[in-house]
């Protein structure tokens, strides 16, 4: 069922489910770092209204990291096209350029606030899955980020073609992690850094299979710049929690 990527128009100006679902997102992540930040308060000192700042400041360095990744990458249409470079209404915000511009904003601003950086990463991983399982059912609006052509029960139609709804296939992904870690591993945590190098093994995994299976990546040269990226975050959130298990035997 094809749905109309315009969910309403006010004034004039046409409000798109993509960037609706996106805010939703955002919000749910918020929300979701500010209880994890709770549960943390008393074992670790970190205190809710750090996190709602460093919330908000993370996903506005996110965006804007999201849209200049996809930019980078896109510059050859770009670059013929400047007035469309914050159009960001119309889609173009590549996850890993939010992840990795949103992860350097919590450091910068951990340093700053003098509070522990793994800390307050692990409060953020659970949002950040469930805010990227909700935001990729846009691309679904949109009609982007899906797979090559295939007769799989669950295939969806898109310009007259059944494809893989990899979209989809990433939503359940992430929505898994965030159940996961959420409701199961921040209850047994056993060392600071156990969530978000959770997060960053488990979808980087994820999404350098699902990444192979779409039509619509990002190159260099020949390779995916996202498979690429993704062994990247795999090797980071190993050598994050085999440093962070070392650091917590040394304090033990």
Not at 44 to 53: A, M, N, P, Q, R
Not at 110 to 138: E, N, Y
Not at 141 to 162: C, R, S
Not at 175 to 188: A, E, G, H, Q, T
Request: with cysteine; net charge positive; proline share 2%.
């Amino acid at each position: 069922m094809k749905i109309n990527p315009v969910a309403f128009t006010i004034f004039g100006l046409e409000v798109k489910w993509y960037g609706i679902l996106i805010a939703i997102g955002v919000f749910l992540a918020i929300f979701i770092t500010e209880k994890m930040a709770e549960k943390k308060d008393y074992k670790f000192g970190l205190y809710k209204d750090i996190s709602t700042d460093v919330s908000i400041f993370a996903v506005l360095i996110g965006v804007l990291g999201a849209r200049l990744y996809y930019v980078i990458f896109e510059w050859e249409y770009y670059s013929k096209h400047l007035d469309e470079i914050f159009a960001i209404r119309n889609g173009g915000l590549a996850i890993y350029g939010g992840i990795i511009a949103g992860g350097l904003a919590i450091y910068f601003f951990c340093k700053h606030k003098k509070v522990k950086t793994l800390t307050l990463l692990d409060c953020v991983a659970p949002g950040l899955a469930l805010a990227q399982s909700i935001g990729r059912w846009g691309n679904y609006i949109n009609g982007e980020a899906h797979g090559g052509v295939t007769d799989v029960p669950w295939a969806i139609l898109v310009d007259g073609q059944w494809v893989h709804p990899t979209f989809f296939y990433e939503s359940i992904v992430n929505f898994s992690i965030f159940l996961f870690l959420y409701f199961y591993l921040s209850k047994r945590q056993k060392f600071e850094g156990e969530l978000i190098s959770f997060y960053m093994i488990v979808y980087g995994i994820a999404r350098f299979f699902i990444e192979g299976m779409r039509t619509d990546s990002l190159y260099i040269g020949i390779f995916r710049v996202s498979q690429l990226v993704s062994i990247a975050i795999i090797i980071f959130g190993i050598s994050i929690r085999i440093i962070a298990k070392s650091r917590q035997k040394n304090v033990n």
